[in-house]
């Protein structure tokens, strides 16, 4: 079992920059998967990126490459996420993920609560 608990969020104004956090429990972490997923209000939920267990390998959706950084700390058990470049169309609920399969398969088995990210113009 994993628990995930998410930090940083807030409101900025366009352009800006912030960095999400999410913490989890457990002795395993440095096994899983890792993932950032968004959901805005009336949208389905969207992938943002993912970090493999040691950190070598990350993925991103189009909409935040090269805006959007995916990092780990595996001996403090967190995994972040560095935004900058904020558009308001960033503004969204932002939860992290878990997965103890390989990076790319998409399927996740533990979520944190969310952190809100609001973006203003």
């Known amino acids: 079992q994993v628990q995930l608990v998410e930090s940083g969020g807030g409101l900025v104004q366009a352009g800006g920059s912030l960095r999400l956090s999410c913490a989890a429990s457990?002795?395993?972490?440095?096994?899983?998967?890792m993932g950032w997923f968004r959901q805005a209000p009336g949208k389905e939920r969207e992938f943002v990126g993912d970090?493999?267990?040691?950190?070598?390998?990350?993925s991103y959706a189009d909409s935040v490459k090269g805006r959007f950084t995916i990092s780990r700390d595996n001996a403090k058990n967190t995994v972040y996420l560095q935004m900058n470049n904020l558009k308001p169309e960033d503004t969204a609920v932002y939860s992290c993920a878990a997965s103890a399969r390989l990076i790319g398969t998409r399927r996740y088995d533990y979520w944190g609560q969310g952190t809100q990210v609001t973006v203003s113009s």
């Open positions: 457990g002795r395993t972490f440095s096994s899983y998967t």
């Open positions: 970090i493999s267990w040691n950190g070598g390998i990350t």
